[in-house]
């Protein structure tokens, strides 16, 4: 066996991005774009969505109308992305030459992009996902083959043992309470010796 993990280049950085109270800026309100919406709110990210009424869809609509998203009605133009407190754009649109401009102007800006459909016009992929609770599974396949994403990640679900996220949920309400008995960063190594983890496997 290598002394070192070998190295197998080609692959995303598999991050969960802290997005909580963040601006990020949603273009296009059409079926894609709720589905971010949605992973977006989960996150508590607060949301601006730039999208002609006419094309909203049902989902986005409801999201709106809940007062969830601060919502502009029309169509992207460049200064939206003047705001300084833009912190993501994510765009959903069925056209081509619009998403290209606003991938070329997020990058003008250093502004982290997605652009749904166009992979080399992308910083980060999303990614089949599952959730329960804390617990967060995200299959990717690096653009290869979303379906097959799907795939592996219905099967990795179906492997799990029931109330996975509740037991999570314990450990974490019971790594708060080490926290205020040894607060210090330097009683790190204590800590860690105080967990006690139920055999899960
Ligand atoms: C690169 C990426 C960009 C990004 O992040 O936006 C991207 C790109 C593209 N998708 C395409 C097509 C489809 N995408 C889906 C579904 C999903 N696609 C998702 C992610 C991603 N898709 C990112 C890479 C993820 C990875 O690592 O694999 C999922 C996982 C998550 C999500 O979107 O939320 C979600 C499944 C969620 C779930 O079910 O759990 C389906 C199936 C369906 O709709 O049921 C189809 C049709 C069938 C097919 O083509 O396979 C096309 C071709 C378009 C064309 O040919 O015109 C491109 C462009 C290209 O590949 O060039
Ligand atoms: N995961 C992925 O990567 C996937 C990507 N797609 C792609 O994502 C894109 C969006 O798909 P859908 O949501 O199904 O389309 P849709 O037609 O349901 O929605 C498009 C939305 O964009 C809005 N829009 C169009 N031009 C705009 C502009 N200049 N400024 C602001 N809003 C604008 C429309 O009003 C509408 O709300 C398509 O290019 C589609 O091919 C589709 C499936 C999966």
Redesign the pocket.
Known sequence: MAKFPEIEGGGSLMLAWQIRNKLVLM?????????RILNLLNSDAKIRL????????DE?AHRVEQGLVEYID???EPSDLDDPAIAMVM??????E??TM?WKLCKEKRIVANI????PECDF??GSQYRDGPLQIMVSTSGNG?RMANIVRRRIAASLPPNMGEAIKKVGALRKKLRVVAPGNEEGPKRMKWYVYPSLC
């Not at 765009?91 to 081509?96: E, H, L, S, V, Y």
């Open positions: 273009v296009g309100g059409g079926e894609v774009a709720a589905g730039i999208s002609p009424r006419d094309g909203l869809n986005v029309r169509t992207f765009t959903a649109i069925d056209d081509p619009a998403s606003i749904a459909d166009v992979p992929y999303f979303p």
